[in-house]
């Protein structure tokens, strides 16, 4: 039995003073009553939370996610020091071989005990993304769905897929968003050009997050002088609707934050880093499949400067920027990295301090500075 102390543990109705009691891998008890332990940690002065969920991150540490199982064991690792322990470690457009053969490293790390957190499954993000939102994803490698493609990869790892991102507007009668659905894979609608009404039928299919809302996701237009609803409007039109934001204080002003917060709701708002391999890195310099980026200002972005190309951030500075610059309460900035992304993603035994639940764990000073990570029970920092 652990005992955890703190005057300030974060729980879904606000702070609590008290202990927190760990058996095994999970959470026994949440107390005022001081009870036996075989280990007590002080936390006094600092914050407890539920572990953060990554649901899209490329890499960290210098360790791409399309990589080897090597580098998917160190980059989750890696990450894990910053308060992630569980992570969705993302695959950007490329032939389907390769990522066939990425989501298969994948599965393979995920069984590997040298990764320290959970890793619920891969998120692919692309081939079947929008050119005229392709952003950093390499434009040679998007394309329409395609079922000869697809039907295969997911009767193969249908169990390891978690999440898919895809642009609406291009599946064909919705005829892959209900393959996805079929095999239990999270549909979200991410690198899109789509208008309300293609939106609309993919979300009764079962669409119900948008891939980093107001990057690479489609606002209003005009036609023959007719408003168009985009991908942003219908975010904030559905009340059903999830959204991620790219929280690095890069990719959105504190006000846009605010904004999104405002309409959205802390519950249906998850904080994602969309980190590439750089992260954690002094590099200044590297490739995300073919797409070269450099890193200045503390963001990625492409050579020619037009764009960002991805983040350097960690779950810990996602929580920070909310915080420190967005103004939002703390306790709603951790339900976006906690509570909400594992509702998003069904993660049942994540997400919350309570009795049952997954004993991932984060210690944290005012600054947002991490001290110390439980993972399943394990002391990892």
């Known amino acids: 039995m652990i005992r955890i102390k703190s005057e300030k543990i974060i729980l879904q109705d606000g702070y609590f003073d008290g202990y927190v009691y760990v058996e095994g891998d999970r959470i026994v008890s949440i107390s005022k009553e001081k009870m036996p332990a075989e280990r007590e940690y002080d936390a006094t ?10 649901m899209h991150t490329h890499g960290g540490g210098g360790n791409p996610f399309e990589g080897s199982v090597e580098q998917i064991v160190a980059g989750c690792n890696f990450h894990l020091a910053h308060g992630t322990t569980t992570i969705c470690p993302t695959v950007s457009a490329a032939p389907l071989a390769d990522m066939a053969r990425s989501v298969q490293n994948i599965k393979a790390a995920m069984a590997d005990e040298r990764v320290q957190g959970t890793i619920p499954g891969a998120h692919l993000e692309g081939p079947y993304l929008s050119r005229r939102q392709s952003g950093a994803q ?21 169990d390891v897929i978690a999440r898919w991102s895809y642009a609406p507007e291009n599946d064909e009668g919705q005829r892959f968003a209900r393959a996805l659905a079929k095999h ?38 005009r036609d023959h002088g007719f408003r168009r609803l985009g991908v942003i409007e219908t975010a904030f039109l559905e009340d059903d609707m999830y959204v991620e934001i790219i929280c690095d204080g890069k990719h959105l002003p504190p006000e846009l ?16 880093t969309d980190s590439l391999a750089l992260a954690g890195t002094d590099l200044t310099h590297g490739f995300m499949q073919s797409t070269e980026f450099i890193i200045e200002d503390g963001v990625c972005k492409l050579m020619d400067r037009s764009a960002f190309a991805g983040s350097i951030a960690t779950a810990d500075r996602l929580v920070r920027v909310a915080v420190k610059e967005a103004g939002i309460p703390l306790t709603d900035a951790v339900r976006m990295i906690t509570a909400t992304p594992a509702r998003i993603m069904g993660l049942s035994h994540k997400g919350s301090i309570a009795p049952g639940m997954d004993a991932d764990l984060v210690v944290f000073d005012e ?12 002391e990892v920092k």
């Not at 991410?190 to 293609?198: K, P």
């Open 367 to 378: 600054e947002i500075t991490v001290k110390k990570v439980f993972a399943r029970g394990r």
């Open 138 to 158: 390499c434009a040679d490698f998007i394309t329409a769905p395609c079922e000869r493609e697809y039907l295969p990869l997911l009767e193969e790892y249908g």
């Open 184 to 221: 239990g894979v999270l549909a979200a609608a991410g690198h899109t050009d789509a208008i309300y009404d293609e939106l609309k039928p993919a979300m009764q299919e079962g669409c119900r997050l948008i891939t980093h809302l107001y990057s690479c996701t489609s606002t209003v237009t």
């Open 257 to 272: 934050i605010r904004l999104i917060y405002k309409i959205k709701g802390a519950e249906h708002i998850a904080l994602i």
């Open 45 to 54: 002065g600092c914050y407890v939370s539920a572990g953060f969920i990554d």
